[in-house]
């Protein structure tokens, strides 16, 4: 009823960041005609959210919480192995550098 009172209101785009199950997803999106967002969870995928009618995903703050996730692994690794393992899963220089390039 809340995104349907957005909707009313003018909203272009309709934000539910709180669905944990794709039926869900779909029932919202059957019941407002605008666009709706979506947080990512674990469990869904690009295509059963597509599928169930969403039209934008966003990631909140799960890429950060991957990074600080790995920076936590290669922390521990260091304290209590003493090792550098994890830098054999660290991206390239090179590619890194690709990235920030001009039309990178």
């Known amino acids: 009823k809340r995104l349907q009172a957005f909707e009313k209101a003018g909203a272009d785009v309709l934000y539910a960041p709180g669905l944990s199950d794709v039926e869900t997803v779909r029932t919202v999106c ?10 990512a969870r674990p469990g869904f995928t690009v295509t059963d ?20 996730g790995m920076l936590e692994t290669a922390a521990r690794e260091i304290q209590q192995d003493g090792t550098f393992g994890f830098t054999r899963a660290a991206m390239p220089f090179g590619k890194l550098q690709a990235l920030f390039r001009e039309g990178g």
């Open 49 to 68: 959210l597509a599928m169930a009618g969403v039209k934008r995903v966003s990631l909140g703050p799960w890429l950060t919480n991957f990074a600080y």
């Open 30 to 39: 059957a019941a407002v005609s605008k666009p709706v967002n979506v947080m």
